[in-house]
């Protein structure tokens, strides 16, 4: 089946066991479509999608926990979704907003994500836990919408946070990211809250091209941000950025910020802008981890910068930078006290 131009969601599983969707074609107008999703998972379990090519202007493919006639909302669980094209104004893979009750036991894997305002994303705000995610096998290709839509062509973000000053705060945890290629035009987020790290993430074998943002409104600054995260394990990162085009505002590669039991291994980059003056990776204020093999590419002027004074027990271990570029930097004596330096692993 086809569903064409539909004015708001266009698939609706509510309350749902075992459903199987294969090889439909969803299309909605990409500028006013602003509601038009296309398969949104409420409150079910047992579902695979496969096959099928979804272009929405709102999310492509969602998952969300909403209560319903008065009752509490039911989880959603055991959700996969393999082998489809997706395009989307907002998100192409989406966990939440909406999270009365918990999301578990999910895969996305094996699709190709074209034209998206966002090619990922979890945001829980209201008190749930989502956790036991896994997204693989992606392509990834973004592109700004205008200011009012949710993203900014990034590859992904993860935020925590509550709805209201009254919600409850939920949970993010055991979520793994692997064998991703990426050309996005925003930052790349993933944020837990102050009174709440997101906990256990893992990123591995991701190659992120970062492109020149085709929009006026200009935001992207670093590749991947990562903030308030306990239990993070990142192997085998790739940080290019276009040579064609630079924006201005380009930063870093990679930024870690109150990231506690970390390990970084195997990153390889430069800081936005050839021969710009900030750091290839900049960890303010972590604790508890280890950055291992970290390489310089051409164009890097200072491969590693530590700072904040909540940084403690920190290993930089077989990090590689040539002539001319400055292997690891530090805020101050007390910071650089709180690191140690080492040849091999």
Do not use: Y
């Amino acid at each position: 089946i086809a569903i064409v131009h539909s004015p708001l969601w266009s698939v609706r599983l509510n309350d749902c066991d075992r459903v199987h969707i294969d090889g439909v074609s969803i299309f909605s107008d990409l500028e006013k479509g602003v509601n038009a999703d296309g398969i949104d998972i409420v409150s079910s379990r047992n579902v695979t999608i496969s096959d099928s090519i979804i272009e929405t202007a709102d999310d492509a493919i969602v998952l969300k926990t909403i209560a319903r006639d008065g009752q509490p909302a039911r989880p959603t669980e055991n959700v996969t979704v393999t082998n489809c094209v997706l395009a989307s104004s907002s998100t192409a893979l989406m966990i939440g907003t909406e999270t009365e009750a918990d999301i578990r036991h999910v895969l996305f894997n094996n699709c190709v994500i074209r034209n998206a305002n966002k090619g990922f994303g979890i945001n829980v705000q209201d008190g749930a836990t989502v956790s036991d995610v896994i997204i693989s096998n992606l392509t990834i290709e973004t592109s700004r919408r205008h200011w009012n839509w949710w993203g900014s062509a990034e590859m992904g973000k993860f935020v925590l946070k509550r709805r209201t000053p009254t919600s409850r705060l939920g949970v993010i945890r055991d979520v793994v990211v692997d064998n991703i290629v990426a050309h996005p035009r925003g930052t790349s987020t993933i944020t837990g809250h102050a009174e709440q790290p997101l906990e256990n993430i893992r990123l591995s074998n991701i190659d992120i091209t970062m492109l020149a943002e085709n929009a006026v409104d200009k935001r992207a600054t670093n590749a991947l941000q990562i903030e308030h995260v306990r239990g993070l394990r990142v192997r085998d990162l790739s940080v290019r950025w276009s040579e064609d085009a630079a924006e201005p505002k380009w930063q870093s590669a990679l930024v870690a910020t109150r990231v506690s039991e970390f390990e970084i291994d195997g990153f390889t980059g430069r800081q936005g802008i050839r021969g710009g003056t900030h750091p290839t990776v900049r960890l303010d204020g972590c604790g508890q981890g280890t950055i291992r093999n970290a390489r310089a590419t051409d164009g890097c002027r200072q491969l590693i910068h530590v700072q904040g004074q909540a940084t403690k027990d920190i290993a930089i271990l077989g990090s590689e930078a040539p002539a001319g570029v400055q292997a690891v930097t530090f805020e101050t004596a007390a910071v650089k006290r709180a690191v140690r330096i080492g040849g091999g692993a």
